[in-house]
C-alpha cells in the first residue's frame, strides 16, 4: 500500500515538472543522444588536432634528420645524405659533452632533490599547527617560471653584487666565481633547479604518504616495529609507486633543460654546461644546420624513451605487487 503511494507521489512531480516546463514555454525535455555525424566530428578533430600539432613535426624532423640542409643558404638545396647526419653526431665531441653535463645535471638534481622531498614530507608529518601556511610558502619556488628563477639567481650569483657572495665575505669566505668557474659552474645551476623543483617532488610524494592506509601502521605499532623497521618495511614500499612517478616526471623535465643554461651562462665557460637542447639550439639557429640538429634530436628521443620505460615498467610492478 505504501510503495503505491510513494509511486503516484512520484508520477505527479514528473507530471507537475512536465506541465511547469510547458507553462515556460519549453519543450518536454529529453535526453540528447549524439547523431553518427556528430560521434565521427568528436573523434575526427581531436585526432587532426593531434597529427597537426605532434605527429607532423616528428615526420618533418624525421625526414630532415636524413637531408643535408642549410636554411640561410636555400638555394643549395636539401638532398639526401641518409645516416650522414647521425654519423656526424655520433663523432661530434661536443655531442658527448652535452650528454654528459645533462646526465649529471639530471642525476644531482634527482637525488638532492628526492632526498630533501622525504625530509620534508617526513618533517611536516610532526608539525601540527601551521603546516598548511608551510606548504604554502615552500610552494612558492614551484609557480615562478623557469625563466624568472634563471635571471634572479644569475643577480644573485653575480659575483661583485650578488648577495650570495655578499653574505659569505661576511663570514670571511673570499669571492666566488659561480658561473665563471668550469668547476662549479654546473652545479651553480644543479642549485637553482633544487631551489625551484623540489616543491613539486615534495607535492607528489607528500600526497601519497597521506593516501597511505593506516591498518600497517597499526599492526606495526601492535608488533611493536622500530621507526626503522617500520621505515624500511612499510612506508618506503607502499611509497615506491609515488617515489618512481615523481622521478619519472623529474627526469623528464631535467632532461630537456634549456632555460638555466640558456640564460645564466649561454653554455659556458667554454661548453662546460651546455646540455644536450642547448647544443641542439645551436647547431640549429647559429649554425643554420638542420640535418644534424634534427639528426641529435632524434638520438636524444631514443635515450630518453629508453630511460622512461624503466621508470615505467618499474611502475607497474610495484603496482601489481601491491
Known amino acids: 500500500m505504501s510503495n503505491d503511494i510513494e509511486a503516484k ?9 512536465d506541465r511547469l516546463y510547458q507553462s515556460l514555454g519549453f519543450r518536454e525535455h ?10 565521427v566530428l568528436f ?10 600539432i605532434v605527429f607532423y613535426p616528428l615526420i618533418y624532423s624525421l625526414v630532415n634528420s636524413f637531408r643535408k640542409y642549410n636554411f640561410i643558404y636555400p638555394e643549395a638545396g636539401s638532398p639526401f645524405v641518409w645516416f650522414s647526419n647521425f654519423s656526424a653526431v655520433l663523432k661530434d665531441a661536443g655531442f658527448f659533452n652535452a650528454i654528459q653535463n645533462t646526465v649529471i645535471f639530471t642525476i644531482c638534481s634527482m637525488v638532492i632533490e628526492l632526498i630533501l622531498a622525504l625530509l620534508l614530507v617526513a618533517l611536516f608529518n610532526k608539525i601540527k599547527f601551521g603546516s598548511v601556511a608551510l606548504r604554502s610558502i615552500i610552494l612558492i619556488p614551484m609557480v615562478v617560471s623557469p625563466a624568472v628563477s634563471a635571471i634572479i639567481w644569475r643577480w644573485m650569483y653575480n659575483p661583485q653584487l ?7 665575505s661576511k663570514l670571511g669566505v673570499g669571492e666566488i666565481s659561480w658561473l665563471g668557474s668550469a668547476n662549479i659552474a654546473l652545479y651553480s645551476l644543479i642549485i637553482v633547479d633544487v631551489w625551484q623543483w623540489t616543491p613539486f617532488i615534495f607535492l607528489i610524494i607528500g600526497a601519497g604518504f597521506l593516501s597511505l592506509p593506516k591498518e600497517p601502521f597499526e599492526a606495526a605499532m601492535v608488533d611493536g616495529l622500530s621507526k626503522f623497521q617500520e621505515l624500511r618495511d612499510i612506508v618506503f614500499p607502499l611509497l615506491y609507486p609515488s617515489i618512481m612517478m615523481a622521478m619519472l616526471l623529474k627526469f623528464i623535465y631535467a632532461v630537456q633543460v634549456f632555460d ?6 649561454s653554455g659556458g665557460p667554454g661548453i662546460q654546461t651546455e646540455t644536450i637542447n642547448l647544443y641542439i639550439y645551436r647547431r640549429l639557429f647559429m649554425m643554420s644546420d638542420v640535418g644534424m640538429a634534427s639528426a641529435a634530436s632524434w638520438l636524444f628521443l631514443i635515450i630518453v624513451i629508453a630511460v622512461s620505460q624503466v621508470f ?10 601491491r
Open 9 to 17: 507521489k512520484l508520477n505527479i512531480k514528473h507530471i507537475g515538472s
Open 30 to 39: 529529453r535526453i540528447l543522444k549524439p547523431s553518427r555525424e556528430n560521434k
Open 43 to 52: 573523434y575526427v578533430i581531436p585526432l587532426g588536432i593531434l597529427v597537426v
Open 162 to 168: 650578488g648577495i650570495i657572495n655578499y653574505l659569505l
Open 260 to 265: 638555466y643554461p640558456f640564460i645564466m651562462t
Open 312 to 321: 615505467v615498467v618499474s611502475i607497474m610492478k610495484s603496482e601489481r605487487w
